[in-house]
């Protein structure tokens, strides 16, 4: 069955570090998320991706972060300079040929920040 | 903002029924989704339904929505050992067309045996 993958599993940084998280969404979806989940709090919404432009984001989302889709097939969030409360679980997601298509999630990544 | 409330926690017996309890505030709700989270894991599609049902069945997942309360549940019944996991009711944001998900905080499921 086809599977969202995600890559790290986990990725310790410094604070002020860059971060990529890469995402390898379902073949032939067209719509991908990222969410994050802070230890103990809710998963949230970060940004939504379609058509290779950003669709939604989140007041998370800030300049410091960005996201790409840079060969077809993989999908990266990007964090310019960490901070430590961008410690959290990061999940992708991805979804079919529409944004009311379910969504299926990836593993997570696991970012701490010293 | 939109919100999607749950009870933290919820704990029964090896083959009892569960059923866990979640609140959404968003009127323009597409479909409503329930997700599984088991330690250290990432979020598994359990079941979902759509805004105009009531009800929707699948195996031991029984999904009841109540859209004039904007109360949906989860009931699974008899429970085993491997349900034990934190489970997730999400809201496809209506109001938005990108596919955005409100999650709730997550109901831990503890079976004891």
């Known amino acids: 069955e086809p599977e969202v993958t995600q890559t790290p599993s986990h990725q310790v940084t410094q604070m002020g570090q860059e971060v990529i998280l890469r995402c390898v969404p379902i073949?032939?979806?067209?719509?991908f998320y990222w969410y994050r989940q802070i230890l103990g709090q809710k998963v949230e919404f970060l940004v939504s991706?379609?058509?290779?432009?950003?669709?939604?984001k989140s007041e998370i989302f800030d300049d410091q972060f960005s996201v790409e889709r840079p060969d077809g097939s993989n999908f990266t969030l990007k964090i310019r300079s960490t901070k430590l409360e961008d410690s959290a679980m990061y999940f992708c997601?991805?979804?079919?040929?529409?944004?009311?298509?379910?969504?299926?999630f990836g593993p997570g990544t696991r970012l701490t920040v010293l | 903002g939109e919100d999607v409330e749950q009870s933290l926690f919820l704990s029964v017996r090896e083959g009892d029924s569960s059923v866990i309890n979640c609140t959404y505030t968003?009127?323009?709700?597409?479909?409503l989704y329930w997700y599984k989270q088991e330690p250290g894991a990432g979020l598994q599609l359990l079941t979902y339904?759509?805004?105009?049902?009531d009800m929707k069945q699948d195996q031991r997942l029984t999904v009841l929505l109540n859209k004039k309360d904007k109360h949906l549940s989860l009931r699974i019944a008899d429970t085993q050992t491997g349900d034990s996991a934190i489970y997730f009711c999400?809201?496809?944001?209506?109001?938005?067309?990108?596919?955005?998900?409100?999650f709730g905080q997550g109901t831990t499921l503890q079976v004891k045996p």
């Open positions: 997601a991805s979804s079919g040929f529409t944004s009311t298509d379910t969504q299926y």
């Open positions: 073949s032939n979806h067209l719509y």
């Open positions: 991706f379609y058509n290779n432009e950003i669709s939604e």
């Open positions: 968003d009127s323009s709700s597409t479909y």
């Open positions: 339904i759509f805004s105009n049902m």
């Open positions: 999400a809201d496809a944001y209506g109001s938005s067309n990108t596919g955005k998900l409100i």
